[in-house]
């Protein structure tokens, strides 16, 4: 089976998009690619939040759908197949609030499948987050399932991290030794991207030079490091309307107008850092491999100082393991789709807190045979 997973994180910057063959259990990267998100398109979904009007979710809704639908017709046609080759798109959607904790527990991706359905002519599953959470989960994170049908070892204990906007931890035992646990740890790139982008005019700091050009500020990093959510127990999860610059100010507003702007970033990043490795290093690891993967695999400096950190465990690349940095994402909505369609159960309760496992996702038909011609990529604004 192919399937196709398009995805967009929390950073808000492009649309993900993986072709995986699933064949003898494994699976296969046939194509990926990044769409950037049209500037005005991003510029709206960065100011959405609890407050937005209905009006404007249901705009985003529809753009963000037809986007959604543009790239996975422009990567079929870049990877030389066709739509009827492709069994089922996955589709993420865009996350514009996320409220795992009980009072309220919804969350909320924007992206319509109808759309990426009608135009691409290929079934699409979406809405993978609420039927864990309605089953008293967080809905969140649903990568150490893919993470363990993918990379699990027999013999060895491995630890993936995905540094994306926020970043997310999974800790595989070997096969036969019990559950996999993973959780949110907290901020990956949204600070610093925020930080970059209200000091330097820039989308990210790129390889961490910026921070790299400061230095920690002892405390400041202490009145972050004091956050509740970073010693809370599993299970647990977050997002950008969470952690965020209002975050930052309301924690240390203070300290961060004093304190040169390098050295702010250079203090996110010890941040970063810190508190995915504290997530990790428990008295109990036994871990000796950590893999990571998402955009924050590009940022050398955090990289370098998570391995650092974390030694003597070994800092690797999901790469070696036979999956792109850039791409796993995009590849875990894929086999999520897959294990729709299969009408198998994809949330991990050891990890989400959900009372059972469930199927994740509902399924749109395009209810038609016409396939989409024209590649619109460039028009969507
Ligand atoms: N060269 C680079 N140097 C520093 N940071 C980089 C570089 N390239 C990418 N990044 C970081 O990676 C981010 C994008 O990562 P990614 O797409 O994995 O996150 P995401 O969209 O939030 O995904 P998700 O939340 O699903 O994990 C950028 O916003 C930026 O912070
Ligand atoms: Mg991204």
């Known amino acids: 089976m192919i399937a196709i997973g398009l995805m967009s994180g929390t950073s808000m910057d492009a649309v993900d998009v993986a072709l995986v063959r699933f064949a003898g259990g494994g699976c296969e990267l046939l194509h990926y690619h990044q769409y950037p998100i049209p500037q005005p398109l991003q510029s709206a979904l960065r100011e959405a939040g609890p407050n937005s009007p209905v009006g404007g979710i249901v705009e985003l809704d529809a753009r963000v759908g037809a986007l959604f639908a543009d790239c996975a017709l422009e990567s079929i046609r870049r990877s030389d197949l066709e739509p009827s080759e492709i069994a089922v798109i996955g589709s993420h959607g865009q996350t514009l609030l996320h409220h795992p904790d009980p009072s309220i527990r919804n ?13 691409t002519g290929i079934r699409t599953v979406a809405d993978f987050r609420r039927m864990d959470m309605a089953a008293g989960g967080q809905g969140a994170p649903l ?73 920690p500020d002892a405390m400041l990093l202490a009145a972050l490091m004091a956050e509740p959510y970073f010693s809370r127990p599993p299970p647990k999860s ?76 070994r800092v690797g690349s999901t790469a070696e393991l036979g999956v792109p940095p850039d791409a796993a994402e995009a590849m875990m909505i894929a086999w999520l789709a897959k294990c729709r369609v299969e009408g198998v159960p994809a949330n991990l309760p050891s990890v989400t807190g959900a009372e059972r496992p469930v199927i994740l996702g509902a399924v749109y038909e395009p209810g038609t045979k016409l396939q989409a011609t024209s590649y619109k990529l460039q028009g969507n604004q």
Do not use: K
Request: aromatic share 8%; charged share 20%.
């Open 107 to 119: 969350t909320l991706q924007v992206g319509d499948p109808n759309r990426i359905a009608y135009l």
């Open 143 to 215: 990568a150490p399932a893919f993470h363990a049908w993918r990379f699990q070892a027999e013999n060895a204990t491995r630890i993936i991290v995905n540094i994306g906007g926020i970043a997310n931890v999974s800790v595989l035992p070997p096969r036969a030794a019990g559950a996999v646990s993973g959780f949110d740890t907290g901020p990956g790139n949204i600070l610093l991207d925020q930080w970059v982008r209200r000091h330097r005019g820039r989308a990210w700091d790129d390889g961490g030079e910026w921070a790299a050009s400061g230095a």
């Open 238 to 313: 977050t997002g950008r309307d969470f952690f965020n610059l209002h975050w930052l100010e309301a924690r240390a507003a203070n300290l961060t107008a004093e304190i040169a702007a390098a050295d702010v970033q250079a203090t996110l990043l010890e941040l970063t850092a810190r508190t995915i490795a504290d997530a990790i290093c428990t008295p109990t690891t036994t871990a000796t491999e950590m893999f990571v993967s998402g955009g924050g695999s590009r940022n050398s400096r955090l990289v370098a100082r998570l391995s650092e950190l974390m030694a003597p465990v």
